[in-house]
């Protein structure tokens, strides 16, 4: 496929005149070393566009992660039950229109154009409340509805995503790409909680909240000046809603990792759910203490980020996913092992955050280079849109799972549940096609064979 974008001509100083040349100046040399420093891939025009929007909107969700729910805390002094209906509310669309979302962007095309429109509605939801908290008239149940919006522009969002990144990169390129954009995934969790911390001291939690507004324009510009051949649209029939669940439960590379990443998800938001009120309470860690230990999982996830790659290209695509499933689950067992002095307490949970946070980089770097070969573009958008509707719907249910069993058993009992829980997941790995696999030499084509 050809790119519109990509810079063919010949460096400076590598024509006729070559070597023999006149050096360069410092600042000739300084600037070609720099150019020599950045990724490849992101020398392409297009999709270093399409990179700028993704990372733009993630730390401004960063952002709004913190600010939503303190706007929630300190400005309508919302409850727990209200607390608990407000982050449901921001996943419930993922449940309920994951699979309808699929099926009408497959139906439709314009990938772009609903991603694009996905931004705008998410920027006007955002405005909206520290217009409101500045007028006087924010109430709760205007927060309910920005965070069932969000969630519904967030699924249109996430299941035009793929086919419009698949478009932009070659299928030797898959690896690559989804680690630059896992890259900056990870550098927003660094360094957005902290902006967002910032913010909602400076200017209060809902203002702080017009950065993340602001991102998804930022976002919104960079989509509308990337252009890219996108796939066509694939003419709805009769059974189009569930072709993407179909094609899931068919395809044995994308079952296998369906149920291993559910798994994951479960288990893992049960102890999501005990890991803040055990450290604290059990453990008696200080809460700035506990969110530098929470920073060096996403420094985890930055080195993931980069050697993801290494790893694919040493042992296969495949064999890194299985990696990622268990080095994602198994340092979080440190957490309910820790014990004894409190330098050796924190170690332990500093390691823990670590480790997880590079395993959950190449577990998301592999299944994304992987789904993007052997899912066809005709239905990729509704296998997105079923996929999350599994995936992200093991979460709520993982959270209240992990509470209750919390209260009947204790923390630290349940926390053990939890983290060996999240090891079975490799055992849908086993017996499957996955670890053999590897991503298709650079120049084949995807042609959906998998289909």
Not at 187 to 202: D, E, R, T, Y
Not at 290 to 304: E, K, Q
Not at 326 to 342: C, E, Q, R, W
Not at 366 to 376: L, N, T, Y
Request: with cysteine; aromatic share 10%; charged share 10%.
């Amino acid at each position: 496929m050809t790119r519109p974008g990509t810079d063919a001509r010949p460096s400076p100083g590598t024509g006729p005149a070559g070597p023999a040349g006149p050096e360069r100046p410092l600042p000739g040399r300084l600037a070609a070393r720099c150019a020599g420093a950045v990724p490849p891939l992101l020398r392409d025009r297009p999709f270093r566009r399409y990179w700028c929007a993704q990372t733009i909107s993630m730390f401004g969700d960063q952002v709004s992660a913190i600010a939503l729910p303190l706007t929630g805390v300190l400005v309508l002094r919302a409850g727990p039950a209200q607390m608990g209906v407000l982050t449901a509310l921001v996943w419930l669309p993922y449940l309920l229109l994951g699979l309808h979302a699929g099926a009408w962007v497959d139906g439709r095309g314009r990938r772009r154009v609903t991603m694009i429109v996905a931004d705008l509605g998410r920027f006007g939801l955002l405005a909206v409340i520290p217009v409101s908290y500045a007028l006087g008239t924010l109430a709760l149940w205007q927060l309910y509805a920005v965070a069932f919006g969000l969630g519904t522009f967030g699924v249109l969002f996430q299941v035009s995503d793929p086919a419009l990144m698949v478009a932009l990169l070659r299928p030797g390129e898959y690896v690559t790409g989804n680690s630059l954009v896992y890259g900056s995934r990870a550098f927003s969790f660094v360094g957005g909680p902290s902006l967002g911390g910032i913010l909602v001291q400076a200017l209060s939690a809902p203002f702080a909240l017009l950065a993340d507004a602001v991102s998804f324009l930022g976002s919104a510009f960079f989509l509308a000046r990337v252009r890219p051949a996108e796939p066509p649209p694939d003419r709805p029939g009769r059974g189009a809603l569930a072709a993407g669940a179909r094609f899931m439960l068919r395809e044995p590379i994308v079952r296998a990792s369906l149920a291993s990443a559910a798994t994951i998800n479960l288990f893992n938001f049960m102890f999501f759910a005990l890991f803040l009120l055990y450290a604290t309470r059990s453990l008696h860690v200080r809460p700035g203490v506990l969110g530098l230990v929470l920073g060096a999982g996403a420094i985890g996830g930055v080195l993931g980020s980069v050697a993801a790659r290494r790893i694919e290209a040493a042992v296969g695509v495949g064999w890194a996913y299985v990696i990622g499933c268990v080095l994602f689950p198994l340092p979080l067992i440190l957490v309910p092992l820790a014990a004894g002095p409190a330098p050796l307490v924190l170690g332990m949970l500093f390691a823990a955050e670590f480790l997880s946070g590079f395993g959950v980089m190449v577990l998301d770097i592999s299944i994304g280079a992987m789904f993007a070969v052997v899912i066809p573009d005709r239905v990729r958008s509704r296998v997105t849109g079923a996929f999350q509707a599994v995936n992200y719907g093991t979460r709520p249910l993982g959270s209240l799972a992990g509470g209750a069993l919390g209260s009947l058993i204790g923390l630290r009992p349940a926390l053990w549940v939890a983290t060996a829980g999240g090891m079975l997941a490799v055992g849908w790995l086993v017996a499957s096609p996955v670890p053999g696999f590897r991503m298709p030499a650079p120049g084949i084509a995807d042609d959906g064979a998998c289909d």
